[in-house]
């Protein structure tokens, strides 16, 4: 292949990577769970990195221009397939611990949580502005909406990943203290409620006698 298509193809495999790098890191955050629509987006990226190099390799598409033309559409669309599934990668992730956070917030309390996890606040605050910038985007044609998928990783992404995987660990932990807290408090206020009843009692007696 000439120079053109080459800067394509190696444009390609860097994308690759990235996709590949991405979609480990969301199995791993998922419990190995299989990402089907990025890998799915990869298998197609494949096919098209597979057609490009047969026909280039079949045919001299430096004198074939209709052929060139077609290797390069293909590498075009393995480039925008391979992006596909590394902003899917990330995409998965975000909508998991979205649902995880919300989980443990509802079973712990937001003040069981945030006692535990300071930072809890500040990085589920980001994932909703991650969101909502990703949902903006969806409806501009104009905007670059791979750029906001490489800047989310750039700034914050993995500042929520180490929360999230901070919190799973110790997941079992942190209930199991916050259950023994709550047990406390109802065992004091109940020893207040009493004590207070018995000393009214008292005072209610001598007033009575």
């Not at 074939?64 to 669309?77: A, P, W």
């Not at 712990?108 to 606040?121: A, H, M, R, S």
Request: charged content about 35%; proline content about 0%.
């Amino acid at each position: 292949m000439d120079e053109e298509l080459d800067r394509l193809l190696q444009r390609t495999f860097e994308q690759w990577n990235i996709a590949e790098r991405r979609i480990k890191k969301a199995e791993q955050v998922r419990g190995n769970e299989f990402l089907t629509s990025a890998i799915f987006e990869l298998r197609y990226a494949g096919r098209k990195i597979v057609d490009a190099l047969t026909l280039a390799l079949e045919s001299d598409v430096a004198d074939n221009s209709l052929h060139r033309e077609s290797v390069r559409r293909y590498l075009d669309d393995a480039f925008e397939y391979c992006v596909k599934a590394k902003n899917d990668a990330i995409d998965a992730v975000l909508d998991f611990v979205t649902i995880w956070f919300h989980e443990i917030e509802t079973e712990l309390g937001l003040e069981g949580v945030t006692k535990y996890f300071p930072d809890f606040i500040e990085q589920t605050s980001k994932i909703a502005d991650i969101q909502d910038l990703i949902a903006e985007l969806r409806g501009d044609r104009h905007g670059s909406k791979d750029d906001l998928y490489d800047q989310i990783e750039r700034s914050g992404y993995d500042d929520i990943l180490t929360l999230f995987s901070k919190m799973r660990a110790s997941k079992d932990r942190v209930e199991a203290q916050i259950r023994r807290e709550r047990r406390t408090n109802r065992t004091l206020l109940i020893c207040a409620v009493l004590g207070a009843v018995f000393g009214a009692g008292g005072i209610l007696a001598v007033i009575l006698s």
